[in-house]
């Protein structure tokens, strides 16, 4: 399989922590979102990805899968141990909610495509889209996981779920943006209890080969 990546990505982030957890063997490609243009934009990568986006999983018979969770759950199906849903029904439900939480309602207004229109067509000074950034990351999202989650010490028991997966990630990129986390104390204690983990630090921005 080869993973289409970006070390700074959240998105790609998430699945790179799956693949840690579950111990999988996974080429990596970077396809760097801001050199040249972007290569995500590029007619090559295009045919992978018709929206121009990482991640993609390409598997070995050339099947390629997009967006994140999609990926993961391929992920969870591929190798279900250790499992990031849980058994539990509503703990299953509960762990997929904080994850689309970060996916479908902090991600999509804060990523850098709605940035770059925000800054080039709309015209809004940095100051501006610094705001809207924090903004969506707290109140879009973070405030509400940290209702949501029931810290032990992952957010929903001893073991990492899909909802770690996706916060740590989108923790990373409120630190980047000075989005302020002091009063989320939960959410806190989560990451510092994953990223622990070797998986998790593996996973890390930091520690990929196109890191900058």
Known sequence: MILYDYFRSSAAYRVRIAIELKGLAVERRPVHLLRDGGE???????AKNPQGLVPALELDDGTVLTQSL?????LEALAPNPPLIPANPIRAAKARAVALVVA??????TNLRVLNYLQQELDQSQAAIESWRRRWILKGGLEAIEQAIEPAPFCFGAEPTIADVCLVPQVFNARRFAAPLDRLEKIRAVESACLALPAFRAAHPSAQADAE
Do not use: G, N, V
């Open 40 to 46: 995500q934009k590029r007619p090559e990568y295009l």
């Open 70 to 74: 999609a990926i993961i759950e391929y």
């Open 104 to 109: 479908c309602d902090i991600h999509p207004l």
